[in-house]
C-alpha cells in the first residue's frame, strides 16, 4: 500500500466518527455496517500489487471468493455422477457406502455408453462358481524369507504419518487390525499411532531411510535392524518413485518438522530434511538387489520388495537381468500406476511423467515372466484401485494383490476437497491442525475402514464367482475385453503383448520389447546403445 492512503483513510475516518455521533441510530448501524467495506475499498484503489483491486476496488474481491468456492460449486452442484476426477461422484459414493454398511446396489442398469471407449468388461460364465473359497490370501517370501507373510490380497497403500493427521494414521492402523490386513506406513517412517492398535505394517524406506536415517542422511544399518525388530512389521517396502510424481525428491521444511513427526522419521525437530530423488546406497541393478539381500537378513528374514512407477522400460529389465546374475530376487514389486495419488506434487510430474498403472503392470509382468521370475516375484497393483472390479482388472493383468490409498482416506470420511497440499482438509484426514482433526473419532472410522476392505474383497469374490473361476489368479488377459470403437472390441490379451514364460531368455521376443531388452545391462542403469 502507498504513503497515500493513510492520508486518506485518516480524514475518512474523522468524518465518520463525526457523522456517527451526529446520526440518529438507524444512521449509525448503517455507517458500522458500511464504513469497513469503505475502507476496504479505499485500500483496495491505493494499493499498487493487484491491478483488478485497483480498477475495481471491493468488487474484484469477489473473483476470489468465487475461485475458492468453484470446487465445491462444481462437485455439490454441477458433476454428475459419472463426472468429478480424480474420483467420480459414483465411485465415491461407492466407498461411503461400503465403508458405512450402507446398500451398495446400483439401480436401473449401467449408466454408462456401453459402445465407447469408457467401457470395458470381464467375462462371466454360464455355470457360476459358487463353491470358489469365500477368502484368499497370498503368501509373499520365499526360500530366504524366514518370516515370510500371508497377506490380504487387498491392503492400504503407503500413505505418511504428516501427510496424513495422527487420528486418520491410528484409524487407518485400527481398520486394518480389525480386518486382518496390512498398512503400509508410507516413506515417514513408523510413528506412535502405527503402532497403537497392533495392525500389521509395511515399512516402506524411501530415499531419506527415515526410521533408519544416519546423521549425515544416509542409511544406518543398526537403526533399520532395530526399527524392523517389531513383531508388527511384517514386510520392507523400498520406494524407489510414485506414481503422482516420479522421479521426485523433497524438502520437508523446518517448521512441519513437529516433535512427533522428528520423532518417526528420526531427524532433528525444527530442521529442513531433505529427501533425496534417488537412493545413495546403490547405483546399479546388482548393487540394489544386494541392498535387498541385506534388508532381508538386517530385518530377520522379512520379505523385501521394491515399489516403482515404471518409467524407462531398459531399466526393468536391467533389475531382472541383475537378478538373473545373481540369483537375489526381491520377495514383491509393486507397481505403481501414473494415476496414483499424493498430498502435494508438481502439476507437470503428475500430469506428464509416469506410465500408467495398466502399461506398468504389464510391462513388470513381461519381464518377469519372460525371464522366469515370476513364481519368486510377486507383483502388487496400485492405483486408482477403489472396487472389486478394478481388483478384477489388476488380476487379469498379472498382478497378486492390490493397494490402495485414496479409497481408504474416503472410508475415513475424506470429502475430495482437494486441500491435502494446504494442511487445511476440512475432514481432519491430511492435516496437522488438531482443531480439524477432532471431527474424526477413530474408533467411529477405524471400523468403517475394515468394512470397506471387507466388502470390496466379497465384490470381487461375485465376480470371481460370475466368471466361474476358482481364484482371482485363474483371471487371465483373455478374459477381459476393452472397445477399440463404437463398433469393435477385442480381448485385452489381443491388445497388449503378453509374452510367454521364458521367452526373453530363449530370445523369441522381437519388436520394442526386444529393442528395451538389448538396452538394459545387469551392472548399469543406463541405457546400452
Known amino acids: ?49 493487484h491491478t483488478l483491486r485497483r480498477n475495481y476496488p471491493l468488487i474484484a474481491r469477489t473473483r ?17 455422477d459419472l463426472e468429478g476426477r480424480p474420483f467420480s461422484h459414483q465411485e465415491r459414493a461407492l466407498v461411503y457406502a461400503r465403508a458405512k454398511g450402507d446398500l451398495d446396489s446400483h439401480p436401473m442398469g449401467t449408466e454408462l455408453d456401453v459402445y465407447s471407449d469408457e467401457y470395458e468388461w470381464l467375462s462371466h460364465s454360464v455355470v457360476p462358481n459358487d463353491e470358489a473359497p469365500h477368502e484368499w490370501r497370498v503368501d509373499i517370501g520365499g526360500s530366504d524369507c524366514a518370516k515370510p507373510y500371508s497377506s490380504a490380497l487387498l491392503n492400504i497403500s503407503a500413505m505418511s504419518f504428516g501427510s496424513l493427521s495422527a487420528r486418520a494414521i491410528e484409524a487407518l492402523n485400527l481398520g486394518a487390525k480389525l ?10 517412517s513408523i510413528s506412535r499411532y502405527h503402532r497403537m492398535h497392533g495392525g500389521d505394517l509395511i515399512w516402506e524406506i524411501g530415499s531419506g531411510y527415515f526410521g533408519c536415517r544416519a546423521s549425515d542422511g544416509g542409511f544406518d544399518a543398526g537403526l533399520f535392524a532395530e526399527t524392523a525388530d517389531n513383531d508388527h512389521v511384517k514386510m520392507i517396502e523400498i520406494k524407489f518413485s510414485q506414481g503422482a510424481k516420479p522421479g521426485h525428491g523433497g524438502v520437508l521444511p523446518g517448521r512441519k518438522v513437529t516433535e512427533e513427526i522428528a520423532e518417526a522419521r528420526g531427524i532433528p525437530v525444527g530442521e529442513d530434511c531433505l529427501s533425496p530423488a534417488a537412493h545413495s546406497t546403490f547405483r546399479t541393478p546388482i548393487e540394489m538387489l544386494e541392498w535387498v539381500a541385506q534388508l532381508r537378513e538386517l530385518s530377520g528374514g522379512r520379505p523385501v520388495g521394491i515399489k516403482l512407477c515404471v518409467g524407462q522400460p531398459h531399466e526393468v529389465f536391467a533389475m531382472v537381468k541383475a537378478m538373473l546374475e545373481t540369483g537375489i530376487t526381491p520377495d514383491f514389486i509393486t507397481v505403481d500406476g501414473a494415476e496414483g495419488g499424493t498430498g502435494a506434487a508438481p502439476l507437470e510430474l503428475s500430469n506428464s511423467v509416469g506410465m500408467p498403472l495398466r502399461e506398468g503392470l504389464i510391462f513388470v509382468r513381461n519381464a518377469l515372466v519372460g525371464t522366469g521370475l515370476k513364481d519368486r516375484v510377486k507383483i502388487a497393483a496400485s492405483g486408482k484401485i477403489h472396487s472389486g472390479a478394478q481388483m478384477a482388472k489388476a488380476f487379469a493383468l498379472g498382478a497378486d494383490w492390490c493397494n490402495a490409498a485414496r479409497p481408504f482416506m474416503f472410508s475415513l470420511g475424506c470429502v475430495q476437497s482437494m ?16 482443531w480439524r482433526q477432532s471431527g474424526l473419532i477413530v474408533e467411529d472410522k477405524g471400523p468403517r475402514v475394515a468394512r470397506f476392505q471387507k466388502q470390496t474383497l466379497h465384490s470381487l469374490r461375485e465376480i470371481v464367482v ?4 476358482e481364484s482371482p489368479w485363474e483371471i487371465k488377459p483373455e ?18 503383448n503378453f509374452v510367454e514364460p521364458g521367452q526373453f531368455v530363449e530370445g523369441g521376443v522381437t519388436g520394442q520389447l526386444a529393442d528395451h531388452w538389448k538396452a538394459a545391462r545387469a551392472d548399469s542403469f543406463r541405457r546400452v546403445s
Open 64 to 80: 476470489w471468493v468465487m475461485e475458492d468456492l468453484r470446487p465445491f460449486a462444481q462437485a455439490y452442484l454441477v458433476e454428475s
Open 479 to 496: 478374459d477381459m475385453r476393452e472397445r477399440l470403437n463404437g463398433a469393435r472390441s477385442n480381448a485385452i490379451s489381443a491388445i497388449y
Open 1 to 49: 500500500m502507498t504513503a497515500t492512503a493513510p492520508r486518506y483513510a485518516i480524514p475518512l475516518a474523522l468524518i465518520v466518527l463525526t457523522i456517527l455521533i451526529a446520526a440518529s441510530p438507524a444512521t449509525r448501524i448503517g455507517l458500522v455496517a458500511v464504513t469497513p467495506l469503505l475502507l476496504v475499498a479505499l485500500w483496495d484503489f491505493f494499493q499498487t500489487k
Open 466 to 469: 460370475a466368471m466361474g473361476l
Open 419 to 434: 486441500q491435502c497440499h494446504t494442511g487445511h482438509c476440512p475432514s481432519g484426514v491430511a492435516t496437522q491442525e488438531a
Open 179 to 188: 480386518g486382518d490386513f496390512a498398512h503400509n506406513t508410507g516413506e515417514g
